[in-house]
């Protein structure tokens, strides 16, 4: 008799275990993050430094603010580049209507700093 009740205890316990606990299903979160409002900028200022040193290769790439005027932003980045055993920066400055997106002007600047 004490056999049959372990057994339906057990069976017992093993029910409501299994249909009482709720499954614990983890929170959804999102890595797909916007990229920042700048990265259309640095996408452009990499595309002329890489055609004024089509030699030379890119390995670093800083974002160094923003400015705003009245009627423009500019944009500022510093890429480091290496040609060979050279290595060198170039600050690239991008000035564009705020309104438009309309570039208006791209500076660069070598650096050995």
Known sequence: MRFILLKLFIAVGIYFTVNSVPIYTPPVVSTIQEPPAYAKWGMLAIKETQAKYPNASIIDYLHQGRESNKDSTIEKFKLWLKNG?????????????????????IEMQETSR
Do not use: K
């Open 85 to 105: 055993d050279h290595e060198f920066g170039v600050f690239v400055t991008i000035e564009f209507t705020t309104d438009t997106e309309e570039v208006v002007n």
